[in-house]
């Protein structure tokens, strides 16, 4: 049976390819219903209205032949009967995420070309990716956040059942999936639903369009929707949390917020299923509300994203100060974002020029999702650039080790783990030239300020979408196998110590010790683990007092020889005086771990 939403029509007909055209019955609320005998999955069908205009379904499962052809039947029994039973899922704390983008992470660009991959990512030490918006979008190259059929999995990734597959295969690998999706707008080129009902607000705005109507008139049918949208990826395809993107530009004055209400369904799908899936958003409005229960007044999401602590770590390794940079740049806000996780938590900002924040003292560290590039800090630089075209490799050892010693979940962005230069550059592929040409417009626009005679990459190039592609073909090259190793050292450390855990966040803590030095102290009852950090260009020599009358041990030093260092192995970074403090000595821009007893 098919069912669809459609308060703004008449007369509903669904009309098949070579199999005639099937009547709608109106339902109550807008719903309209229709029996399809003979209706098999790779049919392809088109929803007339009126009488008149023929449409894709706004709830298509499939658009093989783009968003503004015929839809086509997908058999959901087939995408359920790749769940793998007996998968339970990895708990939040324990998460070590990889986000990646399926048509730049591998050759094919495809959902087999991810999971070609999985062995290498197991063996890097991750056990979950997050995998960049999948829903429909207009032609082959896109970033997925111009989808228009929210059901709908991208064709050329391999459709819905490859999709299904992959997250199998992932499960197989002990490995969790996150999907990130899109409730805030959906994207301009094949974007229908105007024609079936109210599905968009004019009363609201977002930077990429009209805004979803959760709170307007006739709201029930979008909020069922979208609702149910994200129940399916997590009840049919098996997937294991969504990633709600820019949740701050989801607007519901509604006594309950859609996030509110998702929450408590994505609940119930728990205590139905005994497995917990999990719901991360991303904001950028610094309140703990985002995962506060609804009884204290929040949404009750699970986890965020943490911007402040990207800020913080880049402002100090770069020196840049331009945008949002303006309000970072010290070591303070390194230490603070470690130890608090907003920076800004209720004080002035110049960039926002206001007070902002609020504080997310005593969360614990899985509340927050943290990373040294993600594919926004990357991609919405006017030419891509990674971090490791912006800083030296001793400073991508520490950013390494920052992010994966901290107490909060860690993300990585694919590539890297092995120093990927190339780079993450925004690309589209729209039919139409006028919304092409607006696209490259408003590149234009945004960077006027930092052009400086060179242009942005045209987005609808197909060699821009080329040049974003990771090259895999790095063996040979010293520093990013080099990398690699350090990265799976440390994943490896972080999966060893249970000092790591997010859980333990009362009992880790970060300080500054001199100029340029950050010490992080995690404690437990038997050891303690020490990690020292000097990002500042020069040698250091100091006393710790966290080692007075310890026994240590050395875990890994960044400047030895091992990781492309300097320093042979006769150096030992710390020296012990008779009644005082032991001494350490750290190579610049170089980070020691110690565990001590």
């Known amino acids: ?71 086509q039947c997908v058999d959901l029994e087939a995408i359920k009967k790749q769940r793998l039973a007996g998968w339970k899922g990895i708990p939040l704390k324990d998460l070590v995420i990889y986000e990646l983008h399926v048509g730049t992470f591998s050759p094919e660009g495809t959902f087999i070309g991810v999971a070609e991959k999985l062995p290498y990512l197991r063996s890097l030490g991750v056990n979950a990716i997050e995998i960049m918006p999948v829903a429909s979008f207009p032609g082959k190259r896109n970033w997925g956040y111009d989808g228009v059929f929210p059901y709908s999995v991208q064709c050329s990734y391999g459709g819905a059942l490859c999709l299904a597959q992959l997250v199998r295969a992932c499960h197989e690998q002990g490995m969790a999936v996150i999907l ?25 705005k977002t930077p990429w369009g009209p805004a979803i109507n959760f709170d307007g008139e006739d709201n029930h049918g979008v909020r069922n929707y979208f609702m149910h949208n994200a129940l399916m990826w997590l009840r049919d395809f098996d997937i294991d949390g969504l990633r709600l993107d820019a949740i701050h530009a989801i607007v519901d004055k509604s006594p309950k917020h859609f996030l509110q209400e998702l929450s408590e369904e994505v609940q119930q799908l728990n205590a139905e299923t005994g497995r917990h899936h999990f719901l991360i958003g991303e904001s950028d409005l610094n309140d703990p509300m985002v995962f506060k229960p609804a009884e204290a007044g929040g949404f009750g999401l699970d986890s965020q994203w943490c911007d402040d602590w990207h800020h913080a770590l880049h402002a100090k390794l770069t020196g840049e100060r331009t945008g949002y940079y303006i309000d970072f740049g010290s070591l303070e806000h390194l230490v603070k974002t470690f130890n608090h996780a907003f920076v800004y938590d209720g004080i002035y900002s110049k960039y926002r020029k206001k007070i902002f924040g609020t504080s997310a003292e005593g969360e614990p560290g899985e509340r927050f999702v943290v990373y040294t590039q993600n594919h926004d800090q990357t991609g919405n630089r006017m030419m891509g650039d990674r971090l490791s075209t912006l800083v030296d490799f001793e400073s991508l050892k520490i950013a390494a080790a920052a992010l994966l010693f901290s107490h909060f979940i860690p993300m990585l962005f694919m590539g890297e783990e092995f120093g990927e230069e190339s780079p993450f550059l925004f690309f589209t592929s729209h039919g139409s030239e006028r919304l092409a040409e607006k696209v490259r417009q408003g590149r234009k626009r945004e960077y ?89 260009g020069k040698p250091f020599a ?42 350490i000595h750290l190579e610049p821009r170089s980070v020691a771990v110690y565990l001590l007893r």
Not at 32 to 46: I, V
């Open 542 to 583: 100091g006393e710790l007092n966290e080692l007075t009358g310890k026994s240590f041990d050395l875990l890994l030093y960044s400047a030895h020889k091992q990781w492309d260092g300097m320093i042979n192995d006769n150096f030992y970074p710390i020296k012990a005086m008779a009644g005082r403090a032991p001494r």
């Open 448 to 536: 006027r300020a930092f052009m400086k005679g060179a242009e942005p990459p045209d987005p609808q190039a197909e060699e821009t979408f080329l040049q974003s592609k990771l090259k895999w073909n790095f063996q040979g090259n010293r520093q990013k196998e080099t990398l690699l190793a350090f990265y799976r050292k440390c994943l490896q450390l972080r999966k060893e110590m249970n000092l790591l855990k997010p859980g333990r966040r009362q009992n880790i803590r970060a300080t500054q010790t001199g100029m340029g030095i950050m010490v992080l102290s995690s404690k437990g009852e038997q050891e303690s683990l020490l990690a020292v950090f000097n990002f500042s």
């Open 1 to 71: 049976m098919a069912i669809c939403w459609a308060p703004f029509v008449s007369r509903l007909e669904l009309e098949a390819e070579g199999r005639g055209c099937f009547a709608f019955s109106k339902l109550k609320d807008g719903y309209w219903s229709c029996e399809c005998p003979g209706l098999k999955p790779g049919d392809r069908y088109f929803l007339k209205i009126n009488g008149k205009k023929v449409f894709p379904d706004p709830a298509s499962l499939s658009q093989p032949d783009g968003v503004h052809q015929a839809s």
């Open 180 to 204: 990130d999706v899109v409730f805030n707008h959906l994207g301009p080129e094949g974007n229908y639903l105007g024609h079936f009902g109210p599905y968009f607000n004019k009363r609201h």
